[in-house]
T-cell receptor, first 116, second 117 residues
């Protein structure tokens, strides 16, 4: 198993540009999520999905869109990038989405995004 | 309120020293889960351990051990005979069972451990 994979590893954007951060997992996990990591603020939940076709907002969803058309993929879209979105983005997955009862979440390697 | 506090921002030790990373949590839930993750300089987040609130047994895995005390709301992590490869940022995290928005993990700020040869 490749586990959780993310592409790209690093991206530079100009303010106003759009892009999609890709996330895929091959563990047949129901639950997938996106976090952003900022210095001094730990990791914060952006969006999550408990299964294909179901998504919901996390703690800091503004400026980001998600969709979940398949179990394997959970892309994160920035429609109009802003410097405040400069961060490291992590995708995570866990086996059970429906229960949301403390399942271990496994993280991808992260994407470093710089918005100028 | 739900919160995880890792008061130690940075710790520096010499190889072979023992080191304890502190984690204190706050939760309104009676059922919850605690985690430790390691983030080495390469940047990925590596899962280390998961404990539920009903299991207060301490756990040992090689040089790693964890001390969970509900009475003090703490879940501390000890590395025995530290090695240079242990240098990383370590995160403690909390997941509440019932008052939980979207399976959110609540992370502490992290403790950066530097092990010098």
């Amino acid at each position: 198993n490749a586990g959780v994979t993310q592409t790209p590893k690093f991206q530079v954007l100009k303010t106003g540009q759009s892009m999609t951060l890709q996330c895929a997992q091959d563990m047949n996990h129901e639950y997938m999520s996106w976090y952003r990591q900022d210095p001094g603020m730990g990791l914060r939940l952006i969006h999550y999905s408990v299964g294909a076709g179901i998504t919901d907002q996390g703690e800091v969803p503004n400026g980001y869109n998600v969709s979940r058309s398949t179990t394997e993929d959970f892309p994160l879209r920035l429609l109009s990038a802003a410097p405040s979105q400069t961060s490291v983005y992590f995708c995570a997955s866990s086996y059970s989405g429906a229960k949301l009862r403390g399942e271990t979440q496994y993280f991808g390697p992260g994407t470093r995004l710089l918005v100028l | 309120a739900q919160k995880v506090t890792q008061a130690q921002t940075e710790i520096s030790v010499v190889e072979k020293e023992d080191v304890t990373l502190d984690c204190v949590y706050e939760t309104r839930d009676t059922t919850y889960y605690l985690f430790w993750y390691k983030q080495p300089p390469s940047g990925e987040l590596v899962f280390l351990i998961r404990r539920n609130s009903f299991d207060e047994q301490n756990e040992i895995s090689g040089r790693y051990s964890w001390n969970f005390q509900k009475s003090t709301s703490s879940f501390n992590f000890t590395i025995t005979a530290s090695q240079v490869v242990d240098s990383a940022v370590y995160f403690c995290a909390l997941s509440e069972a019932y008052y939980n928005q979207g399976g959110k993990l609540i992370f502490g700020q992290g403790t950066e451990l530097s092990v010098k040869p």
